[in-house]
Nanobody, 122 residues
Framework: VQLQASGGGLVQAGGSLRLSCTAS????????MAWFRQAPGQERRFVGR?????????GMTESEKGRFTISGDNALRMVYLQVSSLKPEDTAVYYC???????????????WGKGTLVTVSS
C-alpha cells in the first residue's frame, strides 16, 4: 500500500488549499486515515483523523480549529484536508498515514509516504 499526499503549493496568507491523500495498492482496507504536519525545525505533529464510519478526531491547535477540515470517501482511498484562511505559521510539510489491513492480515500502520509542502507567504 502506498500513500501519496498532494495539493500543496505556495499560497498567500488568507488563501485556501485542499490537500489530498491517495491510498493505492491491492486488496487492502483502510480503517482510518490521519493527517500530520511538520513545520520547519519542528517535530511531526498529529492534525486529525477520519475513520471508516466518517467520524473525525482532532489534534488541531486552537489556531487550526475552524480552518482545517478533514473529509474522505467511503473507503478512505481518498482523504482530504481542507485548509482555509492560511497563515504563515501553517507553512509545513503535510503527511498522511493510515491504519490499514492488507488481505487478511491484522490492522497495521501504513508506511509514510512523501508529504506535500505548503508554503504560506505573508
Amino acid at each position: 500500500v502506498q500513500l501519496q499526499a498532494s495539493g500543496g503549493g505556495l499560497v498567500q496568507a488568507g488563501g485556501s488549499l485542499r490537500l489530498s491523500c491517495t491510498a493505492s495498492g491491492r486488496n487492502f482496507r483502510v480503517d482510518s486515515m490521519a493527517w500530520f504536519r511538520q513545520a520547519p525545525g519542528q517535530e511531526r505533529r498529529f492534525v486529525g483523523r477520519i475513520n471508516s464510519g466518517g467520524d473525525t478526531e482532532s489534534g488541531m491547535t486552537e489556531s487550526e480549529k475552524g480552518r482545517f477540515t478533514i473529509s474522505g470517501d467511503n473507503a478512505l482511498r481518498m482523504v482530504y484536508l481542507q485548509v482555509s484562511s492560511l497563515k504563515p505559521e501553517d507553512t509545513a510539510v503535510y503527511y498522511c498515514n493510515g491504519r490499514i489491513s492488507i488481505a487478511t492480515y491484522p490492522w497495521t500502520l501504513s508506511p509514510w509516504g512523501k508529504g506535500t509542502l505548503v508554503t504560506v507567504s505573508s
